[in-house]
């Protein structure tokens, strides 16, 4: 009924949607910390894990081949990346004015 090309690229759309929408499930914190210039309710811990996670299925998807993979996880830990910068550099410049 189906052949596996038309099956793949429909799988494909899905992997791409999956991805897009939990690649930027950072992007309300981030921009939020953008404009209050404070992250004191973020963990560090949570997204430092994510985003080791999200590099390590980057390398996967690099492995295999899969764009839908790299592209997802490149964006995810890209964002995670910039979260836990902003962490660090806000906390720190709380810490240095208290």
Same mark, same amino acid.
Do not use: Q
């Given at each position: 009924m189906f052949d596996s090309a038309s099956i793949m690229d429909e799988w494909t759309y899905l992997a791409f949607l999956a991805g897009a929408l939990t #690649?930027? %499930?950072?992007l309300p914190q981030i921009a939020k910390g953008l404009k209050t210039r404070r992250l004191e309710d973020v963990s560090l811990l949570m997204p430092a894990v994510l985003g080791f996670g999200m590099v390590l299925w980057l390398i996967y %998807? $690099? !492995?295999?081949?899969?764009?839908?993979?790299?592209?997802?996880? $490149? !964006? %995810? #830990?890209s964002l995670t990346a910039v979260l836990v910068l902003m962490k660090l550099v806000y906390d720190g410049r709380d810490k240095a004015t208290a």
């Open positions: #690649s930027t %499930g950072y %998807g $690099f !492995v295999r081949e899969d764009p839908a993979i790299i592209l997802a996880n $490149f !964006v %995810g #830990s």
